[in-house]
Antibody
Framework: EVQLLESGGGLLQPGGSVRLSCTAS????????MSWVRQAPGKGLEWVSG????????YYADALKGRLTVSRDSSKNTLYLQMNSLRAEDTAVYYC???????????????WGQGTMVTVSS | DIQMTQSPSSLSASVGDRVTITCQAS??????LNWYQQKPGKAPKLLIY???NLETGVPSRFSGSGSGTDFTFTISSLEPEDIATYYC???????????FGPGTKVDIK
């Protein structure tokens, strides 16, 4: 059974940083591209960042470039998202999501974690 | 950037009704359009990929069609458990982009 478990969220100060983690199980993690998608309270879904299966290519939403670093550790079956210079508008549930097909990047997301809440407030 | 619009933004229908949601892309996205269902407090669930392919395990009352810029999502006979918000999502590789529509909230009348 595929499982994705996010962690690392919480109440954070504006200007601070956070590192989110997503631990995967139930599939060959190193064969699938992964993404982060966020959802502000009461709002829609927004793709934030993604990384290729090998980890060699990383992609970011234009509005967030420069503040994000996505990475993965296949030895730990874990996906990471480092966010810097946090702003109130970064307040959201952050989901990790698995690509439907192996090795491709552009694709549907067939499994999602339960999300981790990031609240940026002083 | 590709923009996605959805209509309606919300709808109320009776159990057994046919429900149709449309999604429009600002540029031709071929068949690269997916549909998700999200229930309150839950993660999204993939229902349809590549415009018209039913994801494994998804009931056959859900379907999708379209290509290019205009897409349609249909629930052939609404069930009480279908109460949710539905999102379309496009993807592209040149350059990499994933854009979700604003969502359609479906309620029971």
């Amino acid at each position: 059974e595929v499982q994705l478990l996010e962690s690392g969220g919480g109440l954070l100060q504006p200007g601070g940083s956070v590192r989110l983690s997503c631990t995967a199980s139930g599939f060959t993690f190193s064969s699938y591209a992964m993404s982060w998608v966020r959802q502000a309270p009461g709002k829609g879904l927004e793709w934030v960042s993604g990384i290729s299966a090998s980890g060699g290519s990383a992609y970011y939403a234009d509005a967030l470039k420069g503040r994000l670093t996505v990475s993965r550790d296949s030895s730990k079956n874990t996906l990471y998202l480092q966010m810097n210079s946090l702003r109130a508008e970064d307040t959201a549930v952050y989901y990790c999501a698995k690509n439907r097909q192996p090795y491709l990047f552009g694709d549907a997301f067939d499994f999602w974690g339960q999300g981790t809440m990031v609240t940026v407030s002083s | 950037d590709i923009q996605m619009t959805q209509s309606p933004s919300s709808l109320s229908a009776s159990v057994g009704d046919r429900v149709t949601i449309t999604c429009q892309a600002s540029h031709d996205i071929s068949k690269y359009l997916n549909w998700y269902q999200q229930k309150p407090g839950k993660a999204p669930k993939l229902l349809i990929y590549d415009a018209s392919n039913l994801e494994t395990g998804v009931p056959s009352r859900f379907s999708g069609s379209g290509s290019g810029t205009d897409f349609t999502f249909t629930i052939s006979s609404l069930e009480p458990e279908d109460i949710a918000t539905y999102y379309c999502q496009q993807y592209d590789n040149l350059p990499i982009s994933f854009t979700f529509g604003p969502g359609t909230k479906v309620d029971i009348k």
